[in-house]
């Protein structure tokens, strides 16, 4: 079972968190539960102690960042949070592993692709900041649109990083 990382912090099931308050949260709740404060129970009242701060650092980790947090929600819907990709991104990508392949390949060309790149990630991040609203407006298909941004979401990484590390070679 998914432990439901919004009811930790007594938040709705909503994504456009306020991250100041969810920090204040956090510590207050960190206080509370910290292993320190519980050092003079019990073995089970430490062990106790310490599973809560691991769950609480966790859900705290998870809420305040956008991917994570839409990744937990699907899973706390009951949704696979990602799909297959479409073949027009598996295309796009593939053109670029090829770039990339290429003995001697054009640093110029490198870099058009990866400012390229960059773009498109700051294109999906936009799409996830727009899917939140319309989920926190109460939209359920959002929920489709999430699953897309996510799959999205690990191509551009993997693609970004591989021609960032080409790139400083």
């Known amino acids: ?3 439901d990382y919004f009811a930790v912090f007594s938040l709705e099931r909503r994504l456009g968190i306020d991250l100041e308050d969810l920090g204040r949260r956090f510590r207050a709740q960190s ?5 320190d404060f519980h ?3 019990t073995q089970a009242e430490r062990s106790e102690a310490q599973d809560r701060s691991a769950e609480l650092n966790e859900a705290y980790r998870t809420l305040k960042d956008p991917f994570r947090r839409t ?3 699907l899973e706390l819907e009951g949704r696979d949070p990602e799909s297959k990709p479409s073949q027009v991104l598996l295309f796009e990508v593939f053109e670029v592993q090829e770039l990339l392949e ?3 390949s054009d640093p110029l060309e490198l870099k058009k692709a990866e400012q390229e790149w960059r773009q498109r ?3 999906l ?3 996830l900041e727009k899917a939140f609203g319309r989920w926190d407006s109460g939209d359920l298909a959002a929920l489709d649109t999430f699953v897309e941004i996510l799959t999205r979401r690990r191509y551009y990484e993997n693609l970004l990083a591989t021609l960032s590390e080409r790139l400083k070679a």
């Open 1 to 3: 079972m998914v432990v």
């Open 71 to 73: 990744r937990h929600l």
């Open 31 to 35: 206080f509370v539960v910290h292993p």
């Open 121 to 123: 990630w700051s294109a």
């Open 102 to 104: 290429e003995d001697g």
């Open 39 to 41: 050092a003079r129970g």
């Open 125 to 127: 991040v936009g799409d």
